[in-house]
């Protein structure tokens, strides 16, 4: 059975850090793409970062690009999302979510497996 468990959200103000990990299990964990994605009240759930099986491609949506990175480590069945230079618009439930295929995608509906969500909330 496949469990995929966010961990690190929590409130920062803005301009600062969060880190968020990602640990899957119950998969080959380094055959699968991973995906990290957000959604906020009354919003839709958008990807702000996506990883291929071996982490030499990601993407980033323009809104996060340069400020976030995703990246993983195989050989622990982990996946990270390091956040900088936060603002309150960043603030919502993120979730880390797999995919069943090695190469990654974009849209929720091509995920399989997800966790249950970590709230980031941006606010001084």
């Known amino acids: 059975q496949v469990q995929v468990v966010e961990s690190g959200g929590g409130l920062v103000q803005p301009g600062g850090s969060l880190r968020l990990t990602c640990t899957a299990s119950?998969?080959?964990?380094?055959?699968?793409?991973m995906g990290w994605f957000r959604q906020a009240p009354g919003k839709e759930r958008d990807v702000v970062a996506a990883?291929?099986?071996?982490?030499?491609?990601?993407y980033y949506p323009d809104s996060v690009k340069g400020r976030f990175t995703v990246s993983r480590d195989n050989a622990k069945t982990t996946a990270y999302l390091q956040m900088n230079s936060l603002k309150p618009e960043d603030t919502a439930v993120y979730y880390c979510?797999?995919?069943?295929?090695?190469?990654?995608?974009?849209?929720?509906?091509?995920?399989?497996?997800w966790g249950q969500g970590t709230q980031v909330t941006v606010s001084s």
């Open positions: 979510a797999v995919r069943s295929y090695s190469n990654l995608a974009t849209s929720p509906p091509r995920y399989d497996y």
């Open positions: 990883i291929n099986d071996d982490g030499s491609i990601t």
């Open positions: 119950g998969y080959t964990f380094r055959a699968y793409a």
